[in-house]
């Protein structure tokens, strides 16, 4: 399978833990976005990378989350200290520069916070 | 400002009868926009997608959109459903940087046998 990959599928944890999530994007993308979908609403931007440059963050990307892209391939999004209100799917997506405008998108990490 | 209306949370059609999503957007810039289909447990798929060119735009499965935009608007319609077009349909539109996506909150079509 050559498309977006996320890891884990799904992700259960107790309120104050962290938790991580990794993305595969499509092998030539250098565009990785993070997105996050709430029941019953489309997805929201969080971050994107440009290569291993984060270069846009969103408001909803608080001080809890932080998102890597070391070597410009996979990437994590790690989420410290999970509330309840941090239940939620949360999607990966990857581009290319040059056809920027269309996103590719992974099947999501599930995560239930207790 | 960038942000998409779908003005139907969901749509029940008959198998065989045309399929009618409603989109309106709204973007300070030319926009793009797309149509994306999920499917449950399923990424998020690309159905077709505006960027500036015909302004009808034929994508998968037999799904097809008109950029409107006198009316802001994007619609999506299909001549006859399928069963297997039950799904979450989300209209998004992104400005030219193409940086963000700006997602509706979804049209949740269901296909009557």
């Known amino acids: 399978d050559t498309g977006v990959s996320q890891d884990p599928r799904h992700k259960i944890t107790k309120r104050g833990q962290n938790v991580t999530f990794r993305c595969d994007p499509i092998?030539?993308?250098?565009?990785l976005y993070w997105y996050r979908q709430t029941l019953g609403q489309g997805p929201e931007f969080l971050t994107y990378?440009?290569?291993?440059?984060?270069?846009?963050k969103s408001r909803l990307l608080s001080d809890r989350f932080s998102a890597e892209r070391p070597k410009g391939s996979f990437s994590t999004l790690e989420i410290q200290r999970t509330e309840q209100g941090d239940s939620a799917m949360y999607l990966c997506?990857?581009?290319?520069?040059?056809?920027?405008?269309?996103?590719?998108f992974g099947a999501g990490t599930r995560l239930s916070v207790l | 400002a960038q942000s998409v209306t779908q003005l139907d949370s969901h749509v029940s059609v008959s198998e065989g009868t045309p399929v009618l999503l409603r989109c309106n957007y709204s973007?300070?810039?030319?926009?793009?926009l797309f149509w994306y289909v999920q499917h449950p447990n399923k990424g998020l798929q690309l159905l077709l997608k505006?960027?500036?060119?015909?302004?009808l735009v034929k994508g998968i499965n037999g799904f097809e959109a008109e950029f409107k935009k006198s009316e802001t608007s994007f619609h999506l319609t299909k001549p006859s459903a399928h069963m297997s077009d039950a799904a979450e349909y989300f209209c998004?539109?992104?400005?030219?940087?193409?940086?963000?996506?700006?997602f509706g909150t979804g049209t949740s079509l269901t296909v009557i046998p």
């Open positions: 990378f440009q290569n291993e440059a984060q270069l846009e």
């Open positions: 997506a990857s581009s290319f520069l040059l056809a920027k405008n269309i996103q590719y």
């Open positions: 973007s300070s810039y030319s926009p793009s």
């Open positions: 505006y960027t500036s060119a015909a302004t």
């Open positions: 998004v539109v992104s400005v030219l940087t193409g940086n963000q996506f700006y």
């Open positions: 092998s030539e993308h250098n565009r």
